[in-house]
């Protein structure tokens, strides 16, 4: 029997909400985009929130409505999804990174110093996997040179860090609901703060440039079309009415992994900071030092022929083939970054499991070892 990498947790309470949207005369721009905004800026403790069509789209929005411009610097991470990142190059400045810490997997707050020059405008932590950035030293940082922060959230929707959550950290926060996420829309994003103009000219880059007050054909500024529709909304507000049940079902399935394999001596599990909350995004576990990148293949491998749902967790971003060509990064520039994805392995993971898969799951993984 198969086990896939993830699975949306969809009910009949999202198929309902969907279908009564689609019995209305409002499929975009309607009331279910408000709704979605509020009960999302009220989870996240922050004064406004901005729906969009994807976290892509999400960072892309707060780039432009934080002033990144040409030949402006971002510090950010080469371990994570390569959207945090390329953010940068979209409006047209350029990401530089700094190194991860081993046990944590997020930014190394000791590296932010080193890495600014007089061209860097903000700083994008990533609470990878689920993780809150270790958000004191990097805000002082950020505050300390007058830098803005955006947190990118997109894996952490219900993670805390010192009793605050996820998306209330820096002048704006993103999140995506891709549906292996912690909720998902199908294809969607948000954009969280507390900053009334941030969140006014990012709504206005969602919707080709309009201003609120303006007619359909009036456009104030360079815009896109980042819309959610109404569609898209009901089926998050429907998930954000189960969120808790959610986010349970996810710790229990972790907490099922970690007694298993938090004694393990040939893996590794992502370490929280004292201070952070986990909201479990993926079950990622590093394979000993004695590994090498070709041992976790063929155990990724292995695995996939068994019918077990796995893959590596990230692939390092500097050296995408298009960072290398443009920005000539080499291995060994990020050593802790290319160390840890060189033996990342990703098992089953969503609410759904059962603990008999589970068991299952870690029986074939510590057989492939
Ligand atoms: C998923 C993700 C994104 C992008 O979200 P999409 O909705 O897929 O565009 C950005 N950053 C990180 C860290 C992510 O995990």
Redesign the pocket.
Known sequence: MEIPLSRPNITQAERDAVADVLNTNSLSLGPRLPEFEQVFARYCQTAQAVAVS??????HASMIALGLTHGDEVITTPF??V??ANCALFAGGRPVFVDIDPQTWNIDPAGLEAARTERTRGVIP???FGQVADMDPISAFADRHELWLLE?A??ALGATYKGRRAGGFGRAA?F???P??QITTG???MITTNDARIAERCRSIRNQGRDSDVGWLAHARLGFNFRLSDIHCALGLAQMARLDEILAARDRVAEWYRGRLAEEERVTLQRCHPDARMSW?VMVLRLADRYDRADRDRILQRLQALGIGCSNYFSPIHLQPFYVERFGYREGDFPVTESLSARTVALPFHGNLTEAEVDRVCTEFRNQL
């Open positions: 994807s976290g892509t789209a999400a960072l994570s999804f959207a945090s990533v609470d990878v990118d997109c894996e993103v995506g609901f891709y292996n996420k294809e969607g994003g995004f």
